[in-house]
């Protein structure tokens, strides 16, 4: 079924929150802020599009699932300076892919933490490293492409992490090269404030014909209610074959906003996944480019809430050049109170013919208190493509509880085995495999501690 | 006489509103095939699912008693347990389920059951393929989840494959004929025979006399309406094709 929808072109005019505290606090780092000067012009207008947008509200057509005020609401305490907590590599084993081989750079609190990271040995010329130190050493590489993708001047949070962000990664494979084992980028919250906020700021280029697997992990030892406001921006050259997975696993007081602005060429592969477990409120924005020909990607997510928590996933994919292969698959698993909110819009631009867009949110509801937003967005400038979107929310199917229970598997095992495969679907797609391991073991881990398998019953 | 497989006395049960089984009376001893005929919408797949111990039926009379024990009491999942098959018309597609891990699951339950030890993965897999030859089964059913994306004929195959593991001492085939190609046919219903033991017993639901050709029933039913309106041997399926089901049913209805 193809809906056309389009987006209203008012923006309700309403800055919530008071500017204040961000633009002094701004006005205090400028004065400190190091880097080059095109950097703190981006981080100005950054600022001063924050100030301009303002936190959005319900009111806004894309956010009309998930109320950020308790978001505007808090203190904002940015970190601006390393923090000196001193805890060691070996606190970093109790995280998901903590065993994983390869290189992995490590940020406390939005600052790296070179004593915790470690990169192993590269193909020449890959460089992976944190983003303030490439500021300084590969200034034009990173000028080329930071600040591109992700756009400001629509999104308050990319706003205000361009204005704020003191690090992150930046990871480039020059034309051909293949990185075989997975970088890992880990995001730690030791915050013991309320408002502690760390604005990870990453860069990952591939180049043509290159080929790289990246996790950007988000964690925490903190129960206090800190932000986390990353933005990442993607860019896979012609041909190259790219693996991104964020895994948000952040404290159950925590927000966490993520902008993955992804920018994909002629004949590249790439598949981003997100998997969302943590967080009191989380969202996360993929917007996806496909800017050259006959290219392939997938969007694949996994959304476990239990309690409170929100999940929130929204997507623009926009198709730009014909031949266009986009896939999304999304699956919420949600208990208790909990809420999942998925919002995909799929745009295929004039003369981006031969575009084959495809989009499936489905969401599991283990709880007659838990709910499901789900919002196809179809916008359609071009005659001869293919695009389909479907979405489904409910409960387990009984035909398949009563399939199992007929070959003699108990009910209680049988409603495990069926959520777990609603998990499973979309894990099977992450194609490295020691990564798929891992989340094939902590997600299960998660919903074995879900008491509310029953509840349907 | 040796005890009853399966003993169904004046058993009645319907949905809300709407009383589909009125009177079922069947005994079905060891070493025996029972086939059920009848026409669409007569009942068949609902008696079968209220043997399986699918809800959604009010059982309002008559009882049924398997192996001594009061089935209708049990769980679906302690009937399989206790030997107790069901090849679904309708096999039910689990994606995201690897049919190596639900069959392994299945088989093992079925095992604890007994007071056996569960074989483990390699044990498991050697057993499996053995049984896998005997239906000819290709080797990729295994690696797919629960009959994902199978054709009809691959899913009724998959269910008689099934039953090869669990060995049961009842297996009800609901239509496993009705979908598949002469030659599955053939290949299902040589495995059907190859599990037939002295001490367990078949029900067999079909259309189609055909199958009987291969599997051959000791007694043959005709379910009309609710109600076994005849009972013979396997030339009743023959008489049946001949004549169909009003000629039939009729002549039941005026006793000789
Ligand atoms: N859950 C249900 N709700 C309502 N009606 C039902 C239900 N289950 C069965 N029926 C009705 O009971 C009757 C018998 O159905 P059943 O599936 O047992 O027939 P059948 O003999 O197996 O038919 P077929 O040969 O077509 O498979 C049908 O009229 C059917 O619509
Ligand atoms: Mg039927």
Not at chain 1, 209 to 217: P, R
Not at chain 2, 162 to 183: C, F, H, N, R, Y
């Amino acid at each position: 079924m193809v809906t056309m929808e389009t987006k209203p072109a008012v923006k309700p005019n309403q800055p919530t929150m008071e500017n204040g505290p961000y633009l002094e606090k701004f006005e205090q780092f400028e004065k400190s802020a190091k880097g080059p000067a095109w950097v703190l012009a981006a981080r100005k207008a950054g600022i001063s599009h924050f100030t301009e947008l303002g936190f959005p509200t319900l009111q806004d057509e894309d956010w009309r699932f998930t109320n950020v005020a308790p978001i505007a609401k808090l203190p904002f305490k940015p970190v601006l300076e390393p923090t000196r907590d001193g805890f060691t590599a070996k606190e970093l084993g109790q995280f998901t892919f903590a065993g994983l081989a390869g290189s992995k750079l490590v940020f406390v609190n939005g600052h790296f933490a070179p004593k915790l990271s470690s990169v192993a040995e590269l193909p020449d010329g890959v460089k992976v490293m944190s983003l303030g130190a490439a500021l300084a050493s590969d200034t034009a590489l990173v000028e080329k492409h930071l600040f591109r993708h992700a756009r400001a001047d629509t999104n308050a949070f990319t706003a205000l992490n361009t204005a704020f962000f003191q690090d992150g990664a930046f990871i480039h494979l020059p034309a051909g090269k293949i990185v075989a084992e997975p970088i890992q980028l880990l995001y730690v919250s030791t915050a013991n404030e309320n408002g502690t906020t760390a604005h990870p700021r990453n860069l990952i280029v591939a180049e043509q014909g290159s080929q790289v697997t990246v996790i950007e992990s988000f964690v925490s030892l903190s129960d206090a209610a800190y932000f986390t406001n990353s933005v990442t921006e993607l860019v896979a050259g012609d041909n190259a074959v790219v693996e991104h997975l964020k895994f948000q696993d952040e404290s159950q007081q925590a927000f966490h906003l993520a902008t993955v602005a992804a920018h994909f060429d002629r004949a590249s592969n790439v598949v981003t996944h997100s998997i969302a477990l943590g967080a009191k409120l989380s969202r996360t924005n993929i917007y996806a480019t496909l800017a050259g020909e006959g290219l392939e990607c997938i969007l694949n997510g996994l959304y476990l809430t239990r309690g409170e928590q929100l999940a929130d996933h929204y997507m623009i994919v926009e198709h730009a050049q014909p031949h266009g292969a986009s896939h999304e698959y999304f699956n919420g698993i949600l208990a208790d109170k909990s809420k999942g909110v998925f919002h995909g819009r799929i745009l295929v631009r004039p003369g981006a013919q031969k575009t084959d867009a495809k989009q499936t949110n489905k969401n599991l509801l283990l709880s007659d208190d838990a709910t499901a937003n789900t919002k196809p967005q179809l916008e359609i400038y071009a005659d001869d493509v293919k695009c389909t979107h479907g979405a489904t929310i409910g409960q387990l199917d009984d035909e398949a509880i009563f399939y199992l229970r007929a070959r003699g598997i108990a009910l209680e095992k049988a409603r495990r085995m069926l959520i777990h495969a609603f998990a499973g679907e979309i894990i099977d797609r992450v194609r490295c495999e020691p990564l798929r391991e891992e989340l094939n073991k902590v997600v299960w881990d998660r919903l074995e501690q879900n008491e509310q398998v029953t509840v349907n019953r | 006489m040796t005890q009853p497989i399966l003993a169904i006395q004046n058993l009645s049960a319907g949905v809300e509103g709407r009383q589909i089984l009125k009177g079922i009376n069947l005994v079905i001893r060891p070493g025996e095939v029972h086939a059920v005929m009848g026409p669409n919408g007569s009942g068949k797949s609902t008696l079968a699912s209220i043997l399986a111990g699918r809800d959604g039926y009010n059982i309002t009379g008559g009882e049924v008693i398997y192996c001594g024990k009061d089935l209708l009491e049990l769980d679906p999942e302690e009937r399989a347990r206790e030997g107790l098959f069901l090849a679904f018309q309708y096999p039910v597609e689990i994606p995201g389920v690897n049919s190596t891990y639900f069959l392994k699951a299945a088989y093992n339950e079925i095992r604890r059951h007994r007071g056996q030890p569960e074989l483990d993965a390699m044990e498991f897999l050697t057993f499996v393929k053995e049984r896998m030859k005997i239906l000819n089964v290709p080797e990729d059913f295994l690696k797919r989840p629960v009959n994902h994306g199978f054709s009809g004929g691959e899913k009724k195959r998959n269910e008689i494959f099934q039953m090869a593991v669990l060995e049961p001492k009842l297996a009800i085939l609901d239509e496993t004929d009705s979908g598949l190609d002469i030659d599955a046919l053939k290949i299902v219903a040589l495995g059907v025979n190859k599990l037939k033991r002295p001490d367990n017993a078949q029900l067999v639901i079909t259309h189609y006399q055909r199958l009987l050709n291969f599997i051959v029933p000791d007694f043959v039913h005709v379910l009309y309406d609710g109600r076994i309106v005849r009972s013979g041997g396997k030339e009743l399926a023959l008489e049946l094709e001949e004549k169909g089901y009003e000629l039939i049913v009729h002549r039941a209805a005026v006793p000789a």
